[in-house]
């Protein structure tokens, strides 16, 4: 994969194509990738009729709420790469910050990059890669946002911002994501990117010293969280002085 060292170095280098409705933000960025688009490229949506969470689980998406994709290429030499997730949570936790009045309850990151008030989902973060034929490589990070509400039913715990006093618009609340994604980005494609990430990650983290059990695609896996290293990686004492290092996975506290 080719590389471009060139830092990102103002707002001026991202663009922004708004739409009323689509299949989903991150299919609209992936379709322009394939077509030759440069990257930096963000793709908004009022709705979405088929958008989707992690592991291909369906995310509501009727209008009120943010559903916004980055389209960036060759983002990063590929070892570099584990650590953007933590990246995406720093820039979206600013963004949600400036909008949340002082009476919210506590905005945290959940490891890796689920956005938490309250102990509450808020934000689904979806990251999709692809090499194109022209030796390129496409990196999509897909962000939904609960500004207005919540789904019904949900796996977990959830909230939305305007349950937790806040009476941004998703516009306003994009307005800052674009600002302190651009900062953020551009602190993370440094040499010295990864440890400035993840330290200001541990600023905000959930959970570090507590009880959590891991699932990863073949079993699960409890113990106390005690950190991330200085690649992103989960660091779980699992017990009798055995610490593992985790990659991925979905983090339960208690």
């Not at 991150?26 to 394939?34: D, G, I, P």
């Not at 490589?137 to 207005?148: H, K, R, S, T």
């Not at 993840?198 to 959590?212: D, F, L, M, P, Y």
Request: aromatic share 6%; with cysteine; charged share 20%.
């Amino acid at each position: 994969m080719s590389f471009d060292p060139r830092r990102l170095k103002s707002l001026d280098d991202f663009r922004h194509e708004a739409l009323s409705e689509t299949l989903s933000t991150n299919s609209e960025c992936l379709v322009r990738a394939r077509a030759g688009d440069p990257g930096c490229l963000w793709v908004t949506a009022e709705r979405q009729t088929g958008g989707r969470g992690r592991r291909g689980r369906p995310w509501v998406s009727e209008p009120g709420n943010l559903y916004a994709s980055l389209l960036l290429i060759d983002p990063a030499p590929m070892e570099r790469i584990s650590s953007l997730p933590l990246a995406i949570a720093v820039a979206v936790h600013e963004a949600v910050k400036m909008v949340l009045p002082a009476s919210a309850e506590p905005l945290e990151v959940k490891w890796p990059n689920d956005i938490l008030i309250g102990r509450k989902k808020t934000c689904g973060i979806l990251m999709e890669g692809e090499a194109l034929p022209d030796g390129r490589y496409a990196l999509v990070i897909g962000i939904g946002i609960n500004v207005a509400f919540m789904p019904d039913n949900p796996l977990y715990p959830v909230t939305c911002l305007q349950e937790q006093g806040s009476s941004a618009s998703a516009q306003e609340l994009f307005a800052h994501l674009f600002a302190s994604m651009a900062d953020v980005l551009s602190a993370w494609d440094r040499g010295r990117g990864v440890r400035d990430i993840t330290a200001r990650w541990r600023q905000v983290a959930c959970g570090i010293g507590e009880k959590i059990t891991v699932n990863l695609p073949d079993r699960s896996i409890s113990g106390h969280f005690t950190g991330i290293d200085d690649n992103g990686l989960l660091l779980l004492d699992t017990g009798a002085g055995r610490m593992m290092t985790i990659a991925a996975g979905d983090v339960f506290f208690g």
